[in-house]
């Protein structure tokens, strides 16, 4: 599976944005799908997940309330909506697949390459 991020950018405190992660490869509903953020100078840390049928759904304590993660099958492409961000919500975003979404573990079969979301005060 590939994975390609996009969707990022500059926005106010207080303001929107929707990432978009499209994969490659047929077996796209086989796969939960996650993202992550990496702050400068941070590790990387998760930030919402979902699992191949949509049942199941995690976040971050940190975005609770403020981002939503989807997906749609059928073009293969996850989302996540983040709405009321927050300077603290900087950093490079990445999306990845599992097979199996497990709570808590960082430890994704695929990465895909991150997109920039810069929130200014």
């Given amino acids: 599976v590939q994975l390609q991020a996009f969707g990022g950018g500059l926005v ?3 303001g929107s944005l929707r990432l978009s992660c499209a994969a490659s490869g047929r ?3 086989r796969y939960g799908m996650g993202w992550f953020r990496q702050a ?3 590790g990387r840390e998760f930030v919402a997940a979902i699992s191949s049928s949509a049942k199941d759904i995690y976040y971050a304590d940190s975005v609770k309330g403020r981002f939503t993660i989807s ?16 300077p603290e919500d900087t950093a490079v ?16 079969d695929f990465w895909g390459q991150g997109t920039q979301v810069t929130v200014s005060s």
């Fill in 12 to 14: 106010l405190a207080g």
């Fill in 27 to 29: 077996t796209f509903n």
């Fill in 40 to 42: 400068p100078g941070l």
């Fill in 71 to 86: 997906r749609d099958n059928a073009k293969n492409t996850v989302y996540l909506q983040m709405n009321s961000l927050k």
């Fill in 93 to 108: 975003y990445h999306c990845a697949a599992r097979q199996i979404v497990v709570a808590g573990t960082m430890n994704w």
